[in-house]
C-alpha cells in the first residue's frame, strides 16, 4: 500500500512539485485514518465508559487538525521568493511543527485533567473483548501512517512528516496502554486503572510534543550544518591547485529548499586573475548544481615566494599544535610600520573554549621570534 501510494505521485508529479505533492498524501491519509480511528473510538468508549478511550479519540480529532496545518504549511514554504522574502518561505515549515506540538501539549493537558478526575472519581468500565479487538485494530492503523510518514520524510526531508511519525508513533503505544487497561480492569476489577492509564499516556503525550519542539527549534535558532556537507563543499573548493585552503565557511538555512553560503578560500597570488575568477566560479556553481546552496566565496591571495612568511608561518602552525592539535590558524600576514614587524593571523579555537590560550601562545611565539610583534585574532568556526 505504502509503496503503491509513492509511486502513484512520483509518477503523476512532476519533480519540482512532488515535495508538496507527499506533503497532501500525508495529510489526506491522515485525516482520512484520524477521522474514522476518532469516530470508532468515540463509539467504543462512549459504550464502555472509559476516559481513555475517549481522550485517545478526541486525540485522533485533533491530528486530524495537525494534518491541515502540515499540509498548509508545506504548501506556503514551497512559495517562490518574492520582494519581501527574497530568502523564500521555507522556515513557514518549521513553524507549522510548532503549531503540532502546541496541538499535542493542549491534548496531553486536557487528556490529564480528565484522568485526574477519573481516578479521584472512578467509574466501572466495561469490558468487552469485541471492544479489545476493535480498538486494538486502530493500533495498525496508527503503525501505518508511522511508517508511511517516516517514508515520505527519507523522501522529502520535510519536518513536518517526521513530527506526524512521532505523533502516529505515540499514538500507538497510548492505544496499547488503553487496551491494556480494559484488560486489567476487566480481570482485576480496579476502578481508577482507566484513570491512571490515561494519566500515563498524558505524560507520554506531552514529551513527544517537547521531542517534536525540540527538533524544530534548532533549525531556528541556527545550527551548525553536517560534516559530511562542510566537507563537501571545501573539497569542491580546494579541487583547483590554485586554491591554498579554504576558512571561515558560513552556511545559513531559510528551509529545506533555500541554504546560501559563503566562505574564504586563500588562493596562489602568482596566477592569473581571470584564472582565479574562473576557478571560484565553476566551484561556486558546480556547489549550487550538486548540493543545492548558493555559494559566495572571497579570495585571499597568497604570496607563496614570500620565504619569510612563510617560515614564520610553520613557526606558529608548530606551536599551535603542540598546545591543542584542534587550534588551527589562517590568514597569516606580516606587516612592518616603523621598522617593526608584527605577525597577525586569526586562530580557530574549538566551541567549549575561550580565547585564555592566547595569552600563552603569544608567551611562546615571542619566545622563538622575539624580533616580531603579535595580533591574534581569536574565533570559533560556524561549522562542526
Given amino acids: 500500500m505504502t509503496k503503491f501510494l509513492i509511486r502513484l505521485v512520483e509518477n503523476r508529479t512532476d519533480k519540482e512539485n512532488q515535495r508538496s505533492a507527499f506533503a497532501s498524501l500525508s495529510s489526506v491519509c491522515g485525516i482520512i485514518c484520524n477521522i474514522l480511528l476518532c469516530a470508532v473510538k468515540f463509539t467504543v468508549g462512549a459504550l464502555c465508559s472509559s476516559v481513555a478511550i475517549t481522550a485517545d479519540a478526541v486525540n485522533n480529532l485533533s491530528d486530524s487538525a495537525v494534518n491541515i496545518v502540515t499540509l498548509t504549511g508545506t504548501k506556503l514554504s514551497d512559495k517562490p521568493d518574492d520582494r519581501e522574502h527574497p530568502f ?22 486536557e487528556l490529564g485533567k480528565s484522568s485526574v478526575e477519573k481516578i479521584i472519581h472512578p467509574v466501572d468500565v466495561k469490558y468487552s473483548a469485541v471492544y479489545i479487538a476493535v480498538i486494538s485494530a486502530t493500533v495498525l492503523v496508527k503503525l501505518w501512517m508511522a511508517y508511511l510518514n517516516s517514508r515520505l520524510y527519507k523522501i522529502t526531508d520535510n519536518l513536518n512528516m517526521k513530527a506526524v511519525m512521532q505523533d502516529s508513533l505515540n499514538d500507538s503505544v497510548a492505544t496499547a496502554a488503553t487496551v491494556v487497561s480494559l484488560i486489567l480492569s476487566a480481570v482485576f476489577h480496579i476502578k481508577r486503572i482507566d484513570g491512571i492509564t490515561g494519566g500515563f499516556v498524558s505524560v507520554f503525550i506531552f514529551y513527544s510534543g517537547v521531542q517534536i519542539l525540540r527538533q524544530v527549534v534548532s533549525p531556528l535558532l541556527g545550527e551548525a550544518p553536517p560534516k559530511e556537507i562542510t566537507n563537501k563543499i571545501e573539497s569542491i573548493i580546494c579541487e583547483s591547485d590554485i586554491v591554498l585552503g579554504v576558512h571561515d565557511l558560513v552556511i545559513h538555512s531559510y528551509g529545506a529548499n ?22 571560484i566560479d565553476a566551484a561556486e556553481k558546480r556547489i549550487e548544481n550538486e548540493l543545492g546552496i548558493e555559494m559566495c566565496i572571497h579570495t585571499d591571495p597568497v604570496d ?41 593571523f586569526d586562530l580557530e579555537l574549538p566551541f567549549d573554549e575561550d580565547d585564555s590560550v592566547k595569552e600563552e601562545l603569544e608567551k611562546k611565539l615571542r619566545a622563538l621570534c622575539p624580533e616580531l610583534n603579535f595580533n591574534i585574532i581569536c574565533e570559533h568556526s560556524y561549522t562542526e
Avoid at 513557514?92 to 506540538?101: C, K, M, Q, T
Avoid at 566562505?263 to 574562473?278: L, M, P, Q
Wanted: charged share 25%; glycine share 8%; aromatic share 8%.
Fill in 88 to 109: 523564500g518561505h521555507g522556515r513557514i515549515e518549521y513553524i507549522s511543527v510548532i503549531i503540532v506540538a502546541i496541538s499535542i501539549f493542549i491534548v496531553s493537558f
Fill in 258 to 279: 533555500k541554504m546560501l553560503a559563503s566562505a574564504d578560500a586563500e588562493v596562489d597570488a602568482s596566477a592569473d586573475v581571470f584564472t582565479i575568477h574562473d576557478v
Fill in 304 to 344: 607563496k615566494s614570500d620565504r619569510e612568511r612563510q617560515r614564520y608561518k610553520l613557526i606558529a602552525q608548530g606551536v599551535i599544535k603542540e598546545l591543542n592539535g584542534a587550534y588551527s590558524l589562517h590568514d597569516f600576514r606580516l606587516t612592518e610600520s616603523g621598522g617593526v614587524k608584527t605577525a597577525e
